[in-house]
């Protein structure tokens, strides 16, 4: 008789099996069957207590999720318990209501009419409930496509365990489901010589396995079978493990209450704090939330670049100071500083993972590598501005940053050198016409030329929209008034500019309007984003993400570098490397070598500063290298 698994060694994390549970309990279906069903590793089922605590979880969860979005609507809906009312409630039959008021004498249709007019009220309450439950398991599923995550080999045990069940697996040399699939494959005493873990964990253990055959692969059935499999023929044995990790994004970072911050070592009196963060983490999230720019229908919830970036930082310094430093943030003085700084130029390998991992994955690390003495300089720039934001809003005492020697970055100043040259944007126009035209190509072709004709930040590309054009008409007298589109954006630091627009790239703007169904005057168009989705059954006023057009256009340069790649293997290297931000250099270049006076550029590519637009004048050294070179090659 196989042991009775006694209680959950799930952490708390969501995958299919509890959004499958969750519906069935909302559609009324045998709570029992259906633990036993779809979360059997989940402990012991205890009737009400176990369907109430689980489907709070899950809906507390979806809720949390809705609400980051900006979806309050949403998350409202979850909130409603729509289960089926207990046999008390239930209506009766027509034939029953037939019998009990003697209207066996009367047709059906008869009988129907004073069967809704006698229980007009409760009918009207079904078919509300109807309504809501089919919106309340739409949205279930909804929020299942974005935050299940199917369990893979790859995982992390420490991603789906308990912590303590995690370390044992890993004191036994299993670090990720890979190696648990791979030792189950020896019998069903799999677990006889891993420490801490018997028949009732070895046996949940067993069940979620199995419960996540589609993505784990099936166990086998090794009942009959004498000799077990030999390590390296088991199929899907990942070749590296991953290890238990106390690093963590800030959304899911756990703070002892020693380090948290709450009486930090410099943290100033409450009573003159203008924050209402109680500790470090708060405070944080405080200063994060401070540098979001207005918001539009299509931006709400959504992290801006400066916000992602500033995160980052962040997040890296709180995770060192408690798991390294073993220190509160707000007790950190000039010594912690220094040896942060230390730190990233030379961080211990577990700290280090690739950039594909996403935020949520498993084999997710704060960084990819140690900093370039610029990375790092950026860092603490960064965290002298947090610091000094909290130290303005009375929530620390003092800032140590100032006294903390940053790298020297030797050949500070802009890499003008990454833009396309000419022949490279001949390449790229060449295999853009080439391309079927769909809303995707369109959306490419509109946004490739913008970049070339201003210079735009990829993050102000994809928050402009058709409200921000508007057709001007600039007096210069004596001659006659200056008339033609600009666009208005956002920059660095909230700064507003506007950049003067061509007639062909409106051209194109309108035709890529029309193919999303809009006007192609951006004035009748209402304020909807100049880049849309191009996903399947997307509406016209959706947007891009930053990161959807980054990958669209790093395909379309791996495309144009096949091409060219068999008759200027240099050329294809360039334009695999290239980004959004080459075209904002390329620009800018062409515009100086074309003569526009250097404050002219200035002004239209956004800089602060006349001193970092002369930084592109490159231009005139490669054409006074180039006749130097003619010169004393001439062989006169």
């Known amino acids: 008789m196989s042991a009775p698994v006694s209680r959950s060694i799930l952490r708390p994390a969501l995958h299919r099996g509890h959004f499958r549970f969750l519906c069935a309990v909302i559609e009324g279906l045998p709570p029992g069957a259906m633990w036993a069903r779809y979360l059997p590793e989940a402990g012991d089922f205890a009737a009400e207590r176990s369907v109430h605590r689980m489907t709070s979880f899950v809906r ?21 318990d729509l289960a089926p009312p207990g046999d008390g409630g239930a209506l009766p039959t027509l034939a029953a209501f037939a019998a009990a008021h003697g209207l066996d004498g009367f047709g059906e249709q008869e009988q129907q009419a004073l069967y809704d007019a006698h229980y007009r009220v409760d009918l009207d309450v079904q078919r509300r409930r109807a309504r809501l439950l089919r919106r309340q398991l ?96 088991v199929p899907g044995m990942p070749g590296v493990a991953a290890v238990v ?11 002892p209450a020693a380090l948290s911050g709450a009486s930090g070592r410099y943290r100033a009196p409450q009573t ?6 109680g500790n470090d983490l708060e405070a944080i999230q405080a200063w994060i939330a401070t540098k979001a720019p207005p918001t539009t229908p299509g931006t709400v919830g959504r992290l801006s670049y400066t916000q992602l970036c500033y995160r980052k ?46 935020r949520w994955g498993a084999g997710w690390r704060p960084l990819e590598g140690p900093l370039s003495a610029r990375s790092c300089a950026y860092a603490l720039s960064v965290l002298n501005i947090l610091f000094g934001f909290l130290v303005k809003q009375g929530y620390l005492m003092g800032n140590p940053w100032p006294a903390v020697q940053a790298p020297v970055v030797v050949g500070a100043g802009l890499d003008t050198g990454r833009a396309l040259t000419a022949d ?20 490419l072709r509109v946004a490739l030329g913008l970049l070339r004709e201003t210079g735009i930040r990829l ?16 007096a210069q007298p004596p001659d006659a008034p200056d008339e033609g589109w600009w666009l208005t954006v956002s920059g660095k630091g909230g700064r507003l500019r506007r950049l003067p627009l061509t007639g062909a790239w409106m ?90 006076p250097v404050e002219v550029v200035r002004e239209n590519a956004g800089h602060a500063s006349l001193a970092t637009t002369s930084l592109y004048v490159h231009v005139n050294d490669a054409r006074r290298a180039a006749a130097m070179r003619r010169i004393w090659e001439s062989g006169d």
Not at 245 to 255: I, N
Not at 272 to 277: F, N, S
Not at 337 to 353: A, V
């Open 138 to 233: 739409l949205a279930v599923h909804t929020l299942e496509a974005q935050l299940c995550t199917p369990v893979a080999l790859g995982d992390g045990c420490e991603a789906w365990f308990v912590d303590s069940l995690a370390q044992r697996l890993a004191a036994a040399g299993i670090r990720t489901l890979g190696a648990l699939h791979a030792r189950m494959h020896i019998g069903s005493d799999w677990y006889r010589d891993v420490r801490g873990i018997g028949a009732g964990k070895a046996q949940a253990l067993t069940q979620f396995v199995a419960a996540h055959a589609d993505t784990l692969g099936a166990l086998p059935d090794l009942t009959a079978s004498a000799d077990p499999p030999i390590a390296g023929d």
């Open 507 to 596: 051209d194109a703007l309108g035709q890529y309007l029309v193919a999303r169904g809009l006007p192609p005057d951006p004035r009748l168009a209402g304020d909807v984003p100049l880049l849309g989705s191009a996903a399947p059954g997307a509406p016209a006023t959706a947007g891009v993400t930053r990161s959807v057009f980054h990958k669209q256009l790093k395909r379309f340069l791996e495309r144009c570098a096949d091409e060219l790649e068999a008759t200027d293997a240099r050329g294809a290297a360039r334009l695999r490397a290239a980004s959004t931000h080459w075209m904002r250099h390329m620009s800018i270049s062409v515009a100086l070598a074309r003569g526009v």
């Open 313 to 358: 930082e962040a997040e890296r310094f709180a995770l060192w100071c408690v798991v390294e430093n073993q220190t509160a943030l707000s007790s950190v003085g000039i010594e912690d500083c220094i040896k942060y700084r230390d730190f990233l130029l030379s961080p211990p390998p577990h700290w280090c993972g690739p950039r594909s991992v996403g």
């Open 245 to 255: 990790s106390p690093l963590v994004p800030l959304d899911r970072l756990t703070v």
């Open 272 to 277: 003159t704090c203008l924050l209402h963060a």
């Open 459 to 474: 993050a102000e590309l994809v928050q402009a929209t058709t409200g921000r054009l508007e057709w001007l008409s600039l």
């Open 424 to 443: 490279l944007w001949l390449v790229v126009c060449r295999v853009l016409d080439g391309l079927p035209v769909t809303l995707a190509t369109l959306r």
């Open 60 to 80: 507390g969860e979806l809720m949390a999720a809705a609400a980051r979005a900006g979806q309050f609507g949403r998350a409202h809906l979850l909130r409603l």
